[in-house]
């Protein structure tokens, strides 16, 4: 007889990409795992996966199978998520990746409020630079900064992105007030490198008049894939650096930092911070703490206050 718990456990295997990951997300052996896969085959009476010594291989039964299993065990999770949190005391188990700043930032003081009310709900919170495969990974609930790329996913925007370039007081006596792109790109910068990822191009306007953008390209000798190193390299001076304004705890008078260019247009480069989930009908549990953090931000988002009068700077900020 097909269970639900070796559907699910096929789809794993897939997913994982080995029998050998998939054991470990369940706390199962191999062989364990294997046998509940030669189950599950006998049932069906056709063969779900070619094996070899190293890897496997989907046949065309288990092609067809694994999308309506995906259907199947993706139904009956939202069908108990949505009887946990109508419970007379909301339950249920919500799982949530995120980037380490953000999550840090936003996502702990929410979660923190979030489970003061709803003290049977279980959160688990994974925070990481490198984006996880929400649906692979199992997880209800992403916040991601940036371009959206996940087209089979559904996404809210939550904020839009708010940029600034920032130095220190002191790395401004020392060089002189940039007046220009070009006059700010051969001064040092801090920049963002995680991986594949180096974030050292700024789109702006050539001079306060003109709305021609024109890419520019930091320099320095400092990248690091810590947004609060960043800031913490600005503050002491190494170099200006490009940073969304949720980046910062406090305003930058306070941090003795000032805001370059702020006359010229400064592209927000068509991103946003967005919550993102696997399914269009989303349980009020996730829906309740969208909401929670949403009004922790505030709309406009709070942060934009940590430049003051940002709202008039940079010419234009929609995106």
Same mark, same amino acid.
């Given at each position: 007889?097909?269970?639900?718990?070796?559907?699910?456990?096929? %789809?794993?295997?897939?997913?994982?990409?080995?029998?050998?990951?998939?054991?470990?997300?369940?706390?199962?052996?191999?062989?364990?795992?294997? *046998?509940?896969?030669? *189950?599950?085959?006998?049932?069906?009476?056709?063969?779900?996966?070619?094996?070899?010594?190293?890897?496997?291989?989907?046949?065309?039964?288990?092609?067809?199978?694994?999308?309506?299993?995906?259907?199947?065990?993706?139904?009956?999770?939202? /069908?108990?998520?949505?009887?946990?949190?109508?419970?007379?005391?909301?339950?249920?188990?919500?799982?949530?990746?995120?980037?380490?700043?953000?999550?840090?930032?936003?996502?702990?003081?929410? /979660?923190?409020?979030?489970?003061?009310?709803?003290?049977?709900?279980?959160?688990?919170?994974?925070?990481?630079?490198?984006?996880?495969?929400?649906?692979?990974?199992?997880?209800?609930?992403?916040?991601?900064?940036?371009?959206?790329?996940?087209?089979?996913?559904?996404? *809210?925007? /939550?904020?839009?992105?708010?940029?600034?370039?920032?130095?220190?007081?002191?790395?401004?006596?020392?060089?002189?007030?940039?007046?220009?792109?070009?006059?700010?790109?051969?001064?040092?910068?801090?920049?963002?490198?995680?991986?594949?990822?180096?974030?050292?191009?700024?789109?702006?306007?050539?001079?306060?008049?003109?709305?021609?953008?024109?890419?520019?390209?930091?320099?320095?000798?400092?990248?690091?894939?810590?947004?609060?190193? %960043?800031?913490?390299?600005?503050?002491?001076?190494?170099?200006?650096?490009?940073?969304?304004?949720?980046?910062?705890?406090?305003?930058?008078?306070?941090?003795?930092?000032?805001?370059?260019?702020?006359?010229?247009?400064?592209?927000?480069?068509?991103?946003?911070?967005?919550? /993102?989930?696997?399914?269009?009908?989303?349980?009020?549990?996730?829906?309740?703490?969208?909401?929670?953090?949403?009004?922790?931000?505030?709309?406009?988002?709070?942060?934009?206050?940590?430049?003051?009068?940002?709202?008039?700077?940079?010419?234009?900020?929609?995106?």
């Amino acid at each position: 007889m097909i269970t639900t718990n070796q559907l699910a456990l096929f %789809i794993d295997v897939v997913q994982q990409g080995s029998f050998a990951k998939a054991a470990a997300l369940h706390d199962m052996d191999n062989s364990s795992l294997s *046998k509940q896969i030669k *189950k599950l085959e006998t049932s069906l009476g056709v063969q779900l996966l070619n094996r070899s010594t190293r890897s496997f291989a989907l046949t065309p039964a288990g092609e067809e199978i694994l999308t309506q299993a995906n259907v199947l065990i993706n139904t009956l999770h939202q /069908i108990q998520n949505i009887a946990d949190s109508y419970q007379k005391t909301p339950k249920g188990h919500i799982r949530i990746t995120s980037s380490i700043a953000f999550g840090q930032m936003y996502l702990q003081p929410t /979660i923190s409020q979030y489970l003061k009310k709803f003290p049977e709900v279980k959160i688990t919170l994974s925070l990481d630079d490198k984006r996880n495969d929400i649906i692979a990974d199992h997880f209800d609930l992403a916040f991601r900064v940036g371009k959206l790329s996940d087209s089979n996913l559904i996404a *809210k925007k /939550i904020a839009k992105t708010n940029f600034a370039i920032i130095a220190s007081k002191t790395f401004i006596a020392k060089h002189g007030m940039p007046e220009t792109p070009n006059e700010l790109i051969k001064l040092p910068a801090v920049i963002y490198s995680n991986g594949k990822v180096t974030l050292d191009q700024m789109q702006l306007s050539s001079s306060p008049t003109s709305n021609e953008m024109n890419s520019y390209r930091m320099k320095g000798n400092y990248k690091v894939s810590d947004v609060k190193s %960043i800031i913490e390299a600005v503050k002491d001076g190494v170099g200006y650096a490009m940073v969304d304004l949720f980046n910062l705890e406090q305003n930058i008078n306070e941090l003795d930092l000032v805001a370059l260019l702020t006359d010229h247009k400064i592209s927000m480069m068509d991103t946003g911070i967005y919550a /993102i989930y696997p399914h269009r009908n989303q349980t009020p549990l996730i829906t309740e703490f969208i909401n929670h953090l949403q009004n922790n931000i505030g709309t406009p988002p709070y942060w934009e206050r940590h430049i003051t009068n940002y709202h008039s700077l940079y010419r234009s900020q929609e995106n």
